[in-house]
């Protein structure tokens, strides 16, 4: 645990959806140099690599071997394509970058929570666990996600709680993309945690032409990282977030 220094900002930058191949050598490095003067922790939200691949990740961390902050991340639906999210978050941990899944960090005295999350919809459209077996595994993913973000919520203590997620919360932002897709890209089930206990902020990808902010039901920041979205809003800017918690 690293102790907090007394009164200073805590600066935290996050991005998602890198979707790292094996061509991204170069890629992602100049601009990743820059978050080490910005920022005291950098937060990965998903989707680091494209297919999940080895040689993917390989390459993922020799851009990300400029980071001199420490590192947390979640994965995403494309690290898990391979069938090897395991050994992708494996390597990634011997390297220096945290996965977490459901698991808790403390750093500078705050506290973080991440898991990967699930579709399934938002508000009065949220699947329901009913009907037929594929139907109820599929929403059985969402509760398992949203019951790892419960555990680990409960588990810290801290002043300032942050959520790491690849899938969305909160339907505002995954507003902007196609309304046929919506159900794919987050869940309410995972906002519900969130409206139990106090959260400072809460970080997500995936909804690559989404809205940037919004809020849960009790008012928490959330904020969408997506590098895609990210790009296309401020070309002339590294492609991460960076806020301050007091």
């Known amino acids: 645990m690293t102790e907090r220094p007394e009164r200073k900002p805590i600066r935290i930058a996050a991005v998602g959806d890198l979707h790292c191949t094996k061509a991204s050598v170069g890629a992602f490095s100049p601009w990743l140099s820059t978050v080490n003067e910005r920022a005291d ?7 680091l690599t494209d297919y999940g691949l080895a040689e993917e990740v390989q390459v993922l961390l020799k851009e990300l071997s400029v980071v001199r ?3 947390l991340a979640v994965l995403g639906n494309h690290d898990y394509e391979s069938d090897h999210a395991d050994e992708v978050t494996r390597v990634l941990g011997e390297h220096g970058v945290k996965v977490l899944s459901g698991d808790t960090a403390e750093i500078l005295g705050v506290g973080f929570v991440g898991t990967k999350g699930f579709a399934g919809g938002f508000g009065q459209f949220t699947l329901g666990h009913w009907g037929e077996p594929s139907i109820k595994r599929f929403v059985q993913d969402a509760l398992d996600e949203t019951l790892k973000l419960e555990a680990g919520l409960a588990r810290l203590r801290t002043e300032h709680r942050v959520v790491l997620l690849h899938y969305s919360p909160i339907r505002q932002t ?33 909804a690559h032409r989404g809205q940037l902010e919004g809020v849960t039901g009790k008012g928490a920041p959330v904020y969408n990282v997506a590098a895609p979205l990210l790009r296309r809003l401020f070309p002339d800017q590294s492609p991460y977030r960076v806020i301050e918690l007091g």
């Not at 922790?41 to 989707?47: R, S, T």
């Not at 995954?174 to 970080?203: D, N, T």
């Open 41 to 47: 922790i950098l937060l990965l939200c998903g989707d």
């Open 69 to 71: 902050i420490p590192m």
């Open 174 to 206: 995954v507003e902007g993309e196609p309304v046929e897709i919506h159900p794919f890209l987050g869940c309410s089930r995972l906002e519900e945690p969130l409206l139990r206990y106090p959260v400072s902020a809460v970080f997500h990808g995936h």
